[in-house]
């Protein structure tokens, strides 16, 4: 009996031993996804131009990193906040710890080579080396066209810099760990010509991170066979909200959309002053409507013939469900 308690007492080790390793490795090794790359983005007119529209109306890049107006219909933009971060994620809508979005304005990046903000956005992964928590769907901009990258860049850096701090995240465990194991290394892919509708509104779907919030998660990883079916929740102030179908369902989707009615949806809210006033208990989403509706028609009319074409799915969900008074 001395014996097996011995071996049993070994073997507890030897485990304890192993764990403790494994998770040294995952916590001081990991992320592991090569240096920055040496790099200096010209700031050209262009790239402005381009990386501004891509920031705030498809990557929407400047959706979270800013402060947002809740009390209005989709939570749009606070203009004088732009890129000062301060969005933040934590238990009460039902995050496993808190994270907070930082201030990306030259205030923040001053000290940031360029190289080092391309690896932050196509890798997830910061300046000293550390995981960024995939809320930045770095995963899709992993796949985006270097140049639009570029561009992304070159517009950060002609933000006003205006001084804002941000607390640091707290992650619960074992996610403080396994955020390690989230950064990708980029597989940038060029950007499709506009006249390959299908392909071209392809690459918008991915760089906008659709799927993200329209295909169900469960432990952070999406359910198969449900790409772009919806029913992903986020709770917010008074209510939860489930993401919609956007497979062309005829009954639970968008298959009975034309385009001109997908287009039409998208730019009933360009204009921020159509925005009504949200009161608590009524239909709140997180989409950025007036965002993404500023986007140029032949772009969304791109994501729409894409969208067309992807697998239909019937899954019907409730959109919003105001949170009941418990005793």
């Not at 381009?50 to 920031?55: E, N, P, S, V």
């Not at 060029?190 to 779907?205: D, K």
């Not at 906008?208 to 079916?229: I, P, S, V």
Request: proline share 6%; glycine share 8%; hydrophobic share 35%.
């Amino acid at each position: 009996m001395k014996k097996a308690g011995k071996i049993i007492i070994y073997i507890l080790l030897v485990a304890i031993v192993g764990i403790g390793t494994l998770l040294s490795y995952v916590k001081f090794a990991l992320p592991n996804v090569g240096d920055a790359p040496d790099l200096k983005v010209e700031l050209t007119p262009q790239r402005i131009a381009r990386g501004k529209y891509l920031a705030n109306n498809v990557t929407v890049c400047i959706d979270c990193h800013s402060k947002r107006d809740w009390y209005k219909f989709s939570g749009p933009l606070d203009t004088n906040t732009r890129g000062t971060g301060g969005e933040k994620f934590d238990r009460n809508i039902g995050f496993p710890g808190e994270v907070y979005v930082p201030n990306i304005t030259p205030f923040r990046l001053k000290d940031w080579t360029d190289g080092e903000i391309f690896r932050a956005i196509t890798s997830g992964v910061k300046k000293d080396g550390s995981a960024i928590f995939p809320i930045m769907p770095y995963e899709s901009y992993a796949k985006m066209d270097k140049e639009d990258i570029y561009s992304i860049i070159a517009y950060i850096r002609t933000l006003p810099a205006q001084k804002t701090e941000s607390s640091e995240r707290q992650l619960d465990f074992p996610l403080n760990f396994l955020v390690n194991t989230m950064p990708v290394k980029p597989e940038n892919k060029p950007i499709p010509p506009v006249s390959n509708t299908l392909a071209y509104g392809a690459y918008l779907v991915s760089s906008a991170a659709c799927k993200n919030c329209h295909t169900k998660q469960e432990k952070g990883k999406y359910l198969e066979r449900m790409d772009f079916g919806g029913g992903e929740e986020f709770t917010i102030p008074g209510g939860k909200i489930t993401s919609a179908n956007i497979t062309p369902d005829k009954e639970t989707g968008i298959g009975e959309w034309s385009k001109e009615m997908f287009v039409a949806r998208f730019k009933a809210f360009e204009n921020k002053e159509n925005l009504h006033a949200v009161k608590e208990g009524e239909f709140q989403t997180i989409m950025p409507w007036s965002m993404y509706g500023a986007m140029k028609t032949n772009d969304l009319e791109a994501i729409y013939e894409y969208l067309k074409t992807i697998k239909p799915i019937k899954n019907q969900v409730t959109k919003y469900s105001p949170l009941v008074a418990t005793k």
